[in-house]
C-alpha cells in the first residue's frame, strides 16, 4: 500500500534509495493525494533518487514556498481587516505553523486561512471581512443556518479578489459534538506573534490537530494532521511538555483523543509506539491507498464516514442532516 509507503518514507528518508520506478511512482501519487508532497520533498532533499523523481519533487518545494508566502500575506490581510476592532485573531493550522516558524512548517502545504476568534464577537469579525472583500462562499440556505446554527465557525467565505478562502473558528468542535471544548480557555492560551496576529501555544496545536482529527469528522488527510503531531511533540517533546499537553487536553475533555493522536504519530512516524486493537482499525483506514494514490478499502472509508457523523450531532439531527443532503445530491467523496 502507498500509504505505508508514503509513512515510512517521512519517517526514514534515506529508505526512498531504495525505490525502483514503481515504488517512487507510488509514493508520489500517495504523497500528493494525501497533501504532503511538499513535507517529502524537504524530508528527502539530497539523497539519491531518479531524475523525474528530484524534478517532481522540486517543483514541490517551489509550489510550497510560494503557498507559504501567500498564506502569510493572506494572514497580514485579515489582520489589517480585523485591526480596528481590537480583537484577538489567532492563526490555526497550517498558517500558524509558518507563522511561528515551527518544523510543522517545513514542507507544509497550505489551503484555507483558518483563525479562531472569540465567540461573542463572531458577527463582528464576519461583518469587517465583508467590508474588507471576501463573500460567502455557501449561498444555499440550509447551509447557511446549518453552519451559524451548529457549526464551530462560520460559513466559509472567499476574497473576491485574491481567490483565498477564510475559515473563522469560534472554537474547534462543532456545537453539537459530544465534546465541548474550552474555547475561551484556548484563546486566553494564545502566544503573540510580531506582526500582531497570535497562535495556540505548541500543546493546544496538538490538541486542535487531535480534536479535528479523532473528534470531527472522517480521518480525511488525516496522515498530514498526524505528521503535524509528529513534528509538534519532537520538537517541544519532553517532560515538561507532556505534563502541559495533558493538562490541555484535559482541560478541553480531549485526553482520549490526544492520546491516541501520540500513539498513532509514533507509531507510523516515530518510535514505533504500542498500539491497541483499534488503533490499528485508524492504521488500516489512514493507510488506505494503491500504487496509484487511489483511495482502498471502502468498507472502512464508508464506515469512518458515518461515525464522523455520529460524532457530529444526535441521531435524529443525523439522520435528518444526511438525508437532507442525500436530497440535494451531496455524496461522500471517494
Known sequence: MSGALLARALREPQSVEALDGAGW???????R??????????????????????????????AVEQGRLAALWEAE????????????VVLLKGTAFVAAGLAAGMGRQIGDLDILVPRERIEEAETALLAAGWEWVKPDPYDDEYYRR??????????????????????????????????????????????????LPPEGMVVHAAA??????????????LWDIHCLTDEFGGAEFDERLAVCAARHGLTREVARAVRLSGAL??????????????????????????????????????????????????????????????????
Do not use: C
Open 212 to 225: 479535528h482529527l479523532f473528534a470531527d469528522g472522517d480521518l480525511q488527510g488525516g496522515l498530514r494532521n
Open 33 to 62: 493525494a494525501e497533501q504532503l508532497i511538499g513535507s517529502l520533498a524537504w524530508r528527502v532533499d539530497g539523497l539519491a533518487m531518479p531524475d523525474a523523481a528530484r524534478r517532481v519533487l522540486a517543483d514541490a518545494r517551489a
Open 150 to 199: 451548529w457549526m464551530h465557525e462560520l460559513p466559509p467565505l472567499i476574497h473576491r479578489e485574491r481567490d483565498r478562502m477564510i475559515d473563522v473558528h469560534h472554537t474547534i468542535l462543532p456545537l453539537t459534538a459530544k465534546v465541548t471544548p474550552d474555547a475561551t480557555a484556548l484563546i486566553e492560551s494564545r502566544v503573540a506573534l510580531e506582526n500582531g496576529l497570535y497562535v
Open 77 to 88: 490581510m485579515a489582520r489589517r481587516a480585523l485591526a480596528s476592532s481590537g480583537m484577538p
Open 269 to 334: 512516524f516515530g518510535d514505533g509506539d504500542a498500539v491497541t486493537l483499534v488503533d490499528r482499525l485508524y492504521i488500516r483506514r489512514l493507510l488506505a491507498r494503491d500504487g496509484w494514490g487511489q483511495p482502498t478499502r471502502k468498507l472502512t472509508e464508508q464506515a469512518f464516514y458515518l461515525r464522523g457523523h455520529w460524532l457530529r450531532m444526535p441521531p435524529l439531527m443525523l439522520a435528518k442532516h444526511l438525508w437532507t443532503k442525500w436530497r440535494k445530491g451531496y455524496r461522500p467523496a471517494g
Open 25 to 31: 511512482t507510488a509514493l508520489l501519487a500517495a504523497a
